[in-house]
């Protein structure tokens, strides 16, 4: 069954598109039904993100948010263009695609062997733009995303370079509990770079 839905993905139809992209992420909910599409069906997800249609748009979105908290999707969404899918979806008019999308790449960017190819990609200018949304709940996940990017030493002077402080000294005045740790830790880890500190101040 998996097969067959993976197959109908690539479909003429835009109806079949939408009934088959709604099976996928319904067998997505279960672990155990995720490395068959893991394994065949991350090109058939990347052409559904990018499609016109926003109920595709909508369950590119949920299955790649439902594959990210497995790491062993990681590569195989990074490596058939999941990271470039996801940055396009970021910037639909529907806000429960954006949210499922920046979820992912919340998950995408915590992994330690991809936060450069993130960064290369554009992941840094689009979680900056992100933070700067008026939806709080997209601001919390575009914050998050770039306090795991921040870990990697390297990557701590491109993201001040971003332009990142922008939307962290605008989000202050609203920002509930979750926004100000996740503030707080990018603020931590970029101010261990002694190169950043006065750029911070």
């Known amino acids: 069954g998996g097969r067959v839905m993976i197959s109908l993905m690539n479909h003429y139809s835009i109806d079949i598109h939408r009934e088959a992209?709604?099976?996928?992420?319904?067998?997505?909910?279960?672990?155990?039904?995720?490395?068959?599409?893991?394994?065949?069906?991350?090109?058939?997800?990347v052409a559904l993100a990018t499609s016109p249609d926003e109920e595709c748009?909508?369950?590119?979105?949920?299955?790649?948010?439902?594959?990210?908290?497995?790491?062993?999707?990681?590569?195989?969404v990074v490596e058939n263009g999941g990271l470039r899918a996801l940055f396009y979806l970021l910037k639909v008019r529907d806000l429960k695609t954006r949210k499922q999308s920046a979820t992912a790449l919340r998950d995408l960017?915590?992994?330690?062997?991809?936060?450069?190819?993130?960064?290369?990609?554009?992941?840094?200018?689009?979680?900056?733009?992100?933070a700067l949304s008026k939806e709080l709940v997209l601001q919390c996940l575009a914050v998050a995303a770039l306090r795991h990017l921040s870990l990697e030493?390297?990557?701590?002077?491109p993201i001040v370079e971003a332009n990142v402080m922008l939307p962290l000294t605008?989000?202050?005045?609203?920002?509930?509990?979750?926004?100000?740790?996740q503030s707080t830790g990018l603020l931590a880890n970029l101010s261990e770079n002694a190169e950043d500190q006065l750029a911070l101040v």
């Open 109 to 130: 960017a915590g992994n330690a062997d991809f936060k450069w190819r993130f960064a290369e990609e554009g992941g840094l200018e689009a979680m900056v733009s992100l």
């Open 21 to 45: 992209s709604r099976a996928i992420s319904n067998l997505l909910t279960s672990l155990e039904r995720q490395a068959e599409i893991i394994n065949e069906g991350v090109p058939g997800l």
């Open 153 to 157: 030493d390297e990557l701590k002077r």
């Open 170 to 181: 605008r989000c202050v005045a609203w920002a509930n509990e979750d926004l100000s740790c």
């Open 57 to 76: 748009q909508y369950s590119a979105a949920l299955s790649f948010r439902k594959l990210s908290p497995n790491v062993s999707s990681h590569r195989v």
